[in-house]
């Protein structure tokens, strides 16, 4: 579970400690969070500032030339130039680049190899399920705002929405529609993709009801389905 | 077909006449767009420029008005005052409060009384198709600027998102979905709203391909079930 929460390594050899007191979901492995379980920041040791500061520095480079270049145009090794700091640094605090785009530019705790590894877990037929379990319980937890936030900058800034289409459909959906082995994985992708971003929409920025507050159980029963059958249902 | 073009009803009798030349597209009714089509215009009898500055007066209050009460609390008189107009320029240059909305807010030339008639006149298994035609023939002619702007209204204003709300679920999709006879209309609304939220989303503003440059008919195989699905289909 610590995997999921950026920042939250445990690196007692680099000396870089984190001293923000940030407070992350601990989402579980069916997508339910439990605000009380114990919080995965490493401990901290005293107050350097150091290691919350190339953090940051990384957060700010990394939107920068993320929506200069692209997703897959920007390189760990510029995004840590731009910081001033080690391309380690990266690693250390995101797991990647990936963990850096969606703590950059999606703002959610969540590391996308983890999640793909967790979408593929189980049977090919319950997929639809474990999306719409995931996706709440990552922005359920981190509420409307952020979403709302991620929306208007894909409004406002183009190359914001070329790097998400990179992000989204090339790197995390594909991977997971490539194991499914189906035919137009890509159109697939960009049809999950589009009921994903109206769920969040309708749920936490219009917060139409009764959709915003149903339960999860009551999402997954309504969505899962339309979801299963982008993935592996007959769409032509 | 010039009932959904705000702003065309022919008034002889009035003596106030449009001198904007904005051109509509022409949405057939299986919502295909024919942009060759003759425009529904009247026809202009010299430089009046009052007609003009009427409706434009009525656009700007109707905004503020429906931000500020939302869909409805506010009232045609009240909109009318605020533009310093007659309440009955409403009806002249819009049809109606329904159709101020969606030309004030949504910025779509459209009349949802229209619209409405339209999506039920047909089989009711087809319907999720005459949606999907609908929405594409409609934001397909306006262009992805047109949804940006909506979305980040809805994103920066939060009351544009309660007033999205009781024009969307209330007024449109309940209205069609009450003639089906279905259990949980308000859910099956706001599920449908998701889904179309989505596909405006990832066609107009992150222009996902294949799907931002799939033609009507693919869209329609691939997401029209989806849609009936939740309708009609059994969503718990």
């Known amino acids: 579970m610590a995997d999921i929460v950026p920042g939250a390594r445990p690196s007692p050899g680099r000396g870089v400690i984190s001293t923000s ?21 490493p401990k901290r040791r005293g107050r350097r500032a150091g290691g919350a500061d190339t953090r940051a520095a990384l957060l700010d480079a990394a939107r920068e030339v993320f929506v200069e270049r692209g997703f897959e145009g920007a390189t760990v090794r510029s995004i840590a130039a731009r910081a001033g700091v080690d391309a380690a640094m990266v690693n250390h605090w995101f797991g990647g680049k990936e963990g850096l785009f969606a703590k950059a530019v999606l703002q959610v705790p969540i590391d996308p190899n983890v999640l793909v590894g967790r979408l593929l877990d189980g049977p090919p037929e319950q997929i639809g399920e474990r999306i719409v379990r995931n996706f709440l319980g990552v922005w359920d937890a981190t509420g409307g705002g952020q979403f709302a936030a991620m929306v208007r900058s894909i409004t406002s800034q ?5 790097a998400m289409q990179q992000f989204f459909v090339q790197t995390l959906l594909k991977r997971v529609i490539g194991h499914l082995g189906v035919p137009d994985p890509e159109l697939r992708a960009t049809l999950v993709a589009s009921q994903l971003f109206g769920m969040g929409v309708v749920r936490y920025v219009v917060r139409f009801e009764p959709f915003a507050s149903a339960d999860v159980d009551t999402m997954v029963r309504a969505i899962a389905p339309n979801l299963q059958r982008y993935l592996t249902g007959d769409i032509s």
């Open 21 to 41: 007191v940030e407070k992350y979901p601990v989402v579980a492995h069916d997508g339910r969070v439990n605000a009380d379980a114990p919080q995965t920041e």
């Open 158 to 162: 183009e190359r914001v929405g070329e």
